[in-house]
């Protein structure tokens, strides 16, 4: 058995510094698109859990100890102004409490308190009340800090109160409102907020492409019913009317633009790829055409992101629900022209049967006959004006679709096409309000590449991705790419059942990969697709070459869903 290794920090995982996805640069070749090297650092060294809040401890009593000496500052001064050294004689000590708090993680904040006193010796006592039903009480000598912290259930604010007690029964009390780092997610019906063809979104009359390395703008905030400071937004971009090869880049306005790629494209293609995009503060987000040419772009929207209490994620074993080449889900036969059917979510396939708000999806065509798209939105409504997948005659495609659920458990595709396709529909994970995982950016990072080092995942093998030490870790969102491919195949991407220490141990059984695909590929091509990552019950995700020749593998990480 052929594997690859890297070993990531849990570092990595917590830090939180910008939406920014990474995503495989593919530069192109004659007749196909190929992938040219980009140097890969070598892995850090495994770190414990905690480096993720040492500099949030360091911050959070920096900040008690300077509010500290304000408040003892001012006590001072008071009591200077009273009239006389009998009075000040007279004056009860004073003593007053202080807290510096900050966030760590998606869910976790921590604080640092302590009191202002002229008491010279005994103990405090602080109750801290960390605004969701849950208090601890520490204790400290008068002139010592106290530091504590906590994982929240949901994101959003909470509000933290302290109530400091001192030796002679003294009380001071404080109160300080935190908004943790995690995004939690809201389903938007399916719209269209730019397409360069026609003008929408481009507040101009009539179609204009994008012309050579030019970028559009995208609004978020404001467009149907988006509020203001969003910090992510979940988009279906699609690439078409390409006059040259190139890619585009997604990014938050008003941030420099990354050197990655979201969408990879040649000349003639039209080809889509999901993203969860950063917002800019301005609530816009820049789409960049990196081509000699100009190119048209459409962006349909499904959802966002936003630091308050909405809907956590959940991820599931990737499990296949709809075939209908086999009848699974759906009907026996592949879908006709211009068709929709219905596909039952809510309590199919292990997902609950009430409370599913939105699902990750992975959604193929399978030897269309001819050319056309597939619109995937929730049940029980009308079709939209929007594409989850396009395909041409004979292609296999996959795409990554983020998409509500109906009120009826449901959602629909339509078969946009004047000919017959087999459609497949893997499930990877759903939103609701009993969803406990809240998304948290990454700083971006190539986890792999195979290019690098000239060693291609080998036919039928793996390449597992280890998060060592990570804590309550739901999955990551990433984008993987296939590259120099000699045949046909497809990539499954699954958690792994073995355990960190069997990796340590040497005593790794193989896997078993699930009947689901996240891309397929045919000879010399490159294709990317974004998955939502499950990492199971041992934060170890597995991706598997299903094919019979070997194929370079790249592999970007830009975010994570946490649990409390």
């Known amino acids: 058995m052929f594997r690859h290794r890297v070993m990531i920090s849990a570092a990595v995982v917590a830090a939180a510094v910008g939406f920014v996805p990474v995503t495989a640069q593919a530069a192109p070749s004659a007749g196909a698109a190929s992938a040219a090297p980009t140097p890969t650092p070598a892995p850090a060294p495994a770190k414990g859990p905690s480096d993720g809040t040492a500099a949030a401890k360091e911050a959070a009593g920096k900040a008690a100890t300077q509010e500290i000496a304000a408040k003892t500052a001012a006590a001072k001064a008071r009591a200077s102004a009273a009239s006389g050294p009998a009075a000040r004689t007279q004056q009860s000590p004073y003593f007053d409490v202080s807290m510096g708090a900050s966030t760590s993680g998606a869910l976790s904040a921590g604080l640092a308190t302590g009191v202002s006193t002229d008491l010279t010796y005994g103990v405090v006592r602080y109750d801290i009340d960390w605004g969701d039903g849950n208090v601890t009480t520490e204790f400290s000598l008068v002139d010592g800090l106290v530091y504590a912290d906590h994982t929240y259930a949901r994101a959003g604010a909470h509000t933290i109160t302290i109530k400091a ?57 404001g467009s149907g019913s988006i509020p203001d400071g969003v910090t992510a937004v979940a988009l279906n971009i699609t690439v078409t009317n390409a006059a040259t090869a190139g890619h585009v880049i997604a990014y938050a306005s008003g941030t420099k633009r990354p050197e990655t790629s979201n969408v ?20 816009y987000v820049e789409l960049a055409n990196r081509s000699l040419g100009s190119v048209d772009l459409i962006a349909d929207v499904t959802g966002y992101f936003s630091r308050t209490a909405a809907g956590g994620y959940t991820s599931v074993e990737p499990t296949r629900l709809v075939d209908t080449r086999q009848g699974l889900g759906a009907s026996t036969v592949a879908p006709g022209p211009q068709k929709t059917f219905g596909v039952q979510v809510a309590g199919a396939v292990g997902l609950p049967a009430t409370g599913v708000t939105a699902v990750s999806l992975n959604v193929t065509v399978v030897n269309p006959d001819q050319a056309g798209h597939l619109t995937v939105f929730p049940g029980g409504g009308q079709a939209p004006a929007t594409s989850s997948v396009n395909f041409t005659a004979g292609q296999t495609v996959a795409n990554a679709v983020i998409v509500p659920v109906g009120p009826d458990g449901r959602i629909s595709i339509r078969h946009a096409s004047f000919g017959y396709s087999g459609v497949i529909v893997d499930v990877t994970g759903y939103y609701g309000a009993d969803g406990e995982a809240a998304y948290l950016p990454v700083k971006p990072e190539r986890l792999e590449d195979t290019r690098t080092y000239g060693w291609p995942l080998a036919a039928l093998s793996y390449h597992e991705e280890i998060r060592w030490g990570a804590s309550g870790l739901e999955a990551l969102v990433l984008n993987t790419t296939v590259t120099n491919t000699r045949s046909a195949g497809h990539l499954t991407v699954a958690p792994d059942p073995n355990t960190q220490d069997d990796y340590l141990n040497g005593t790794v059984e193989r896997p078993t990969p699930p009947n689901t695909s996240v891309l397929n590929w045919t000879k010399d091509t490159t294709v990317a697709n974004l998955v939502q990552a499950g990492t199971g019950n041992n934060d170890i995700v597995d991706f598997w070459n299903r094919g019979w020749e070997p194929t370079d593998l790249i592999i970007d990480l830009f975010g994570t869903y946490n649990r409390s």
């Open 264 to 283: 990879n494209f040649v000349k003639g293609q039209t080809v889509p790829n999901l993203a969860i995009v950063p917002v800019g503060k301005d609530g």
């Open 165 to 221: 007690t001192g030796p002679g029964g003294e009380t001071a009390v404080t109160t300080k409102t935190m908004v943790v780092e995690g995004s939690e997610f809201t389903p938007h019906a399916p719209t269209r907020l730019l397409d360069t063809r026609d003008g929408t979104g481009t507040g101009t009359p009539g179609g204009r492409p994008v012309g050579a390395n030019g970028t559009t703008r995208v609004k978020i905030a």
